[in-house]
């Protein structure tokens, strides 16, 4: 999901239905459909857009980032399959750094990639879960810091990732061993920062949302939510959370 610097308006991506959905701030649907081009997505996974109002889709089964200006013309295309620099097997997240810069989860070369907003390379460096094969599936960056989050998924616990903007590791978020554990993690998949440096994560199959502080301590889950397999999860400009609550195919809105 991604919400517009500009208007409001909530972008939310449907991986099944391939489209990425517009809707207002208030939850109106504002009757835009975007689908890709030239036919459509395979398996759209994570949204992200620009100062200039841009949307850059994770077209993850065709292995690309599809490009398209604030009126949802397309503008551009760039990825493609390979473990080369610049190339992506099935990339799932997406995000801008401070620099506007693109970091990519590119979830089955286990690493995360940085890339100018055309797909030019400009650095890697590895991102794994418990086992080799858990690449990363979302990516946040914390604008204060520079420092890049990465969620890993896998049984029976998964991680939060840490890194420098350089890509060094400095911590792991939910790494207790015990996935009942309010501060452990099973299933981390989308991840945000807040204005304060704040961790917000869903942990998919513990139904819950949890956030920690910039160190990775354990602060609450959020209370009063019925979740059912959240998926994902953003702030916007008004510091409101938005959730996207997949077993029951919703979107939530926190104030």
Not at 63 to 85: A, I, K, W
Not at 190 to 211: L, M, P, Q, R
Request: glycine content about 10%.
């Amino acid at each position: 999901m991604a919400v517009d610097p500009y208007h409001g308006k909530i972008h939310v991506v449907e991986w099944y239905n391939n489209r990425v959905q517009v809707f207002s701030g208030a939850g109106e649907f504002l009757n835009t459909t975007v689908k890709g081009h030239p036919n459509s997505f395979y398996n759209a996974a994570d949204v992200a857009i620009n100062f200039e109002g841009n949307l850059f889709v994770v077209d993850s089964g065709l292995h690309r980032v599809q490009v398209f200006d604030p009126n949802y013309n397309f503008l551009y295309e760039f990825g493609c399959f390979g473990t080369d620099n610049g190339t992506i097997r099935e990339p799932s997240g997406i995000a801008f750094d401070k620099e506007g810069n693109l970091v990519i989860a590119d979830r089955n070369n286990q690493r995360v990639q940085v890339l100018t907003p055309r797909g030019g390379y400009i650095r890697k460096f590895k991102c794994v879960g418990l086992q080799p094969h858990d690449g990363p599936w979302s990516v946040a960056t914390d604008w204060n810091n520079g420092n890049i989050y990465a969620s890993t998924t896998g049984y029976p616990r998964g991680f939060l990732r840490v890194f420098t903007e350089r890509g060094v590791l400095l911590r792991s978020i939910g790494a207790e061993g015990d996935s009942a554990l309010d501060s452990s993690l099973w299933a981390p998949f989308g991840v945000t920062v807040d204005a304060e440096s704040n961790v917000i994560v869903v942990d998919e199959f513990n139904h819950k949302v949890k956030i920690f502080d910039r160190d990775g301590k354990f602060l609450r889950i959020l209370e009063g939510a019925k979740l059912n397999h959240p998926r994902q999860v953003i702030l916007d400009a008004d510091g409101r959370l938005i959730i996207s609550n997949s077993g029951v195919h919703e979107i939530q809105i926190w104030e």
